[in-house]
């Protein structure tokens, strides 16, 4: 979104300044994202949705109410 809007919305909303600032950050923060195969980003997503479906509130059946 960040270069979307630094590069295709220039004169709608952000000065030339702005869009700069936000093209060198979007330079400086891409190169921080780690390298790493698909299998090990779905392991991670697979854990985390695995973790979300774990937590908070539970059934009145899986609480023995129902």
Known sequence: ??????????SSRLS???RLRLLRTFDEVVPR???????SM??????????RRAS???????RGIA
Not at 1 to 10: F, K, L, Q, S, T
Not at 33 to 39: A, G, Q
Request: hydrophobic fraction near 40%; aromatic fraction near 0%; glycine fraction near 2%.
């Open 1 to 10: 979104m960040v270069v979307d809007m630094a590069i295709h919305e220039p």
């Open 16 to 18: 030339e300044r702005e």
């Open 33 to 39: 994202i780690p390298l790493r195969s698909l299998r």
């Open 42 to 51: 779905e392991n991670e997503l697979s854990t985390l949705r695995r973790a």
């Open 56 to 62: 908070g509130r539970r059934s009145l059946a899986e």
